[in-house]
């Protein structure tokens, strides 16, 4: 099936680290520009994060909200996406979703940020 | 960053009515290639958020043909004929032309 499914949310607390993942199935992953985006609670859609294809020297692009904090990357070999974030901050808490260039969703991982 | 203003922030309509929805963008969206990277998604309750319109006016698909998008430049609109309950949730405006790429604050469509 094509899918995109999202893991590794959790709690954690402010200054800390977490690392979020994708696994992507039933098509090309190599050939796809991936993106993060997230939603606070009961918020809009906020783009987080987009990482291009090999072809692209799989650059990165991120909101000014996020950059320098968090760190995208992926495994053409295992059809995943990772979301490295740190120092995280209580305005990061929400749900994560990975998409496959904003065309293919997947259910979404939550993170929360709180002491 | 691009900022894209989308309006009405709710609309309440009545199954069967036109709903339309506008997004105003903070500078043109034409990329260097000459297509324009606007899209629309909706979010209903609970789910992800799922892509209905690419590209200013081409159906995704599966997504029926009530859903009409246009627009060029800065000022783009949805248009949903003979709403349907199915099409109840939080509409967003998307622009994949500039980095960072940005979405509206949503539209909420609801029965009145």
Not at chain 2, 38 to 46: C, D, I, N, T, V
Not at chain 2, 48 to 56: D, F, G, K, N, R
Request: glycine share 8%; with cysteine.
């Amino acid at each position: 099936a094509v899918q995109l499914v999202e893991s590794g949310g959790g709690l954690v607390q402010p200054k800390e680290s977490l690392k979020i993942s994708c696994a992507a199935s039933g098509f090309t992953f190599s050939n796809a520009a991936m993106y993060w985006v997230r939603q606070a609670p009961g918020k809009g859609l906020e783009w987080v994060a987009r990482i291009r294809t090999k072809p692209n020297n799989y650059a990165t692009y991120y909101a000014d909200s996020v950059k320098g904090r968090f760190t995208i990357s992926r495994d053409d070999s295992k059809s995943m996406v990772y979301l490295q974030m740190d120092n995280l901050k209580t305005e990061d808490t929400a749900m994560y979703y990975c998409t496959e260039a904003a065309i293919l969703w997947g259910q979404g991982t939550l993170v929360t940020v709180s002491s | 960053d691009v900022v894209l203003t989308q309006t009405p922030v709710s609309l309440s309509v009545t199954l069967g009515d036109q709903a339309s929805i506008s997004c105003r963008s903070s500078q043109s969206l034409e990329y260097s290639d000459g297509y324009t990277y606007l899209e629309w998604y909706l979010q209903k309750p609970g789910q992800s958020p799922q892509l209905l319109i690419y590209e200013v006016s081409n159906r995704f698909s599966g997504v029926p043909d009530r859903f009409i998008g246009s627009g060029s430049g800065t000022d783009f609109t949805l248009k949903i004929s003979r709403v349907e309950p199915e099409d109840l949730g939080v509409y967003y405006c998307f622009q994949a032309t500039h980095d960072p790429y940005t979405f509206g604050a949503g539209t909420k469509l609801e029965l009145k």
